[in-house]
């Protein structure tokens, strides 16, 4: 009875899969309409995050890019100066590998020298028959020091050899760890490279929107004249903390003070040696038709060119600012100001008094939507001045 009571259990339970799919078609269907839904409400949320991604501010992907590729070519810099420093360290130990191994070869030579004349002390009888052969005290006793001290001269010999293999074995394991630290150094270096090439490619792309589509073109237009707002606001916080400082009430009249910088209009040095490639004013998109309006000029310059001041001063302001890249500001007082953005490193900091001509920092692309280059401006009061009016004429 137990047997056949267990098969039909065991029937009943591998037909039920079966009966349950033919039982109720309703409920597949219910199954196929939600997969269906939760699908669909997938591919919405997949679109609603590309359109976030869309709306998300050019510049702030502009600056997260620039501030990883900063961040990688810092590392390719430490890098290279690592791998400059191990390659010189292993220079340095194969030139000592070479000494000990000229050391040891002479000293092999003299050792051989040595035990050859021993041997053929040995092949006429040892030392003690020739020492022996003699009556006269005194000779036996100068010979037995003679030999004492060749002996003493010998075991030198053993040990100073002794002291260069394991100096030389020293050295070698040394420059073999050098050399694996190399290859691991240079590794690292090929993969930060692809990773600036990466961001780089991802820099292009995007530059590439800007330039190529209205949409793209048009909001970044609206970003960077944000930014303008923000940065002149920015100097008239600046200009208000340095006259709250110096207790200096503020100024009532528009016409520059003619002291100071105010007497080098037109004198200036140029702050990046380059070629202007935009100028200040009004500015028509060619292509779109845009109207901005840029308060300073750019200067084409090739990267790692020094920026120079252009007049003593104090450091107000260094680091990254939206829209500007790698920005300094200078106070040449009398509400003097000038700014030098999109560097690609900074030499000062905030405290610093400059002098004229120091370089303050190098040319680069940080924020920079066109390339390797200088934006330079002067301000008075806050406000924009032409660069041009007041740098020396080129001829």
Known sequence: MKPLWLGVLLLAVLAAPVAAQRKDPTLREKEQTLQQTQKQLREERAKAAEAKKREASLLAELETIDLKLAEKRRELQRLDRRIKQVEAEMSGLEKEIKRLETRRVGQQEMLARRLSALYKLHA??????????????????????????????????????????????????????RAREIAVLRAQVIQEQAEVDREAARRRAL???????????????????????????????????????????????????????????????????????????????????????????????????DILSVYAGEVVYTGWFKGYGNLIILDHGNDYYTLYAHAAE????????????????????????????????????????????????RG
Not at 360 to 365: L, N, Q, S, Y
Not at 368 to 385: D, I, T
Request: aromatic share 6%; glycine share 12%.
């Open 124 to 177: 006429q009888g040892g030392v003690l028959p020739m020492i022996l052969a003699g009556d006269d005290p005194v000779t036996r006793a100068v010979q037995l020091r003679h030999l004492a001290a060749l002996a003493t001269v010998d075991a030198r010999l053993i040990q100073e050899y002794g002291v260069t293999e394991e100096t030389l074995a020293d050295r070698k394991v040394k420059a073999e760890g």
């Open 346 to 393: 900074i030499r000062v900091k905030e405290g610093d008094d400059v002098r004229q001509g120091q370089v303050i920092g190098t040319v680069g692309d940080t924020g920079s939507l066109a390339g390797s280059r200088l934006y330079f401006e002067v301000r008075y009061q806050g406000r924009p001045q032409d660069p041009s009016a007041w740098l020396q004429q």
């Open 207 to 305: 530059l590439a929107k800007v330039r190529d589509e209205r949409a793209y073109h048009e909001r970044m237009v609206g970003e960077l004249s944000e930014a303008a707002r923000r940065l002149e606001a920015f100097i008239r916080d600046l200009q208000a903390k340095a006259r709250r400082a110096a207790k200096v009430p503020p100024a009532t009249g528009v016409e520059p003070p003619a002291v100071g910088f105010g007497t080098l209009k037109g004198r200036l040095p140029w702050p990046a040696e380059g070629r202007v490639v935009s100028t200040f004013g009004e500015q028509v998109h060619p292509r779109f038709g845009t109207r901005t309006f840029r308060s300073g000029i750019e200067i084409e310059a090739g990267e790692g060119t």
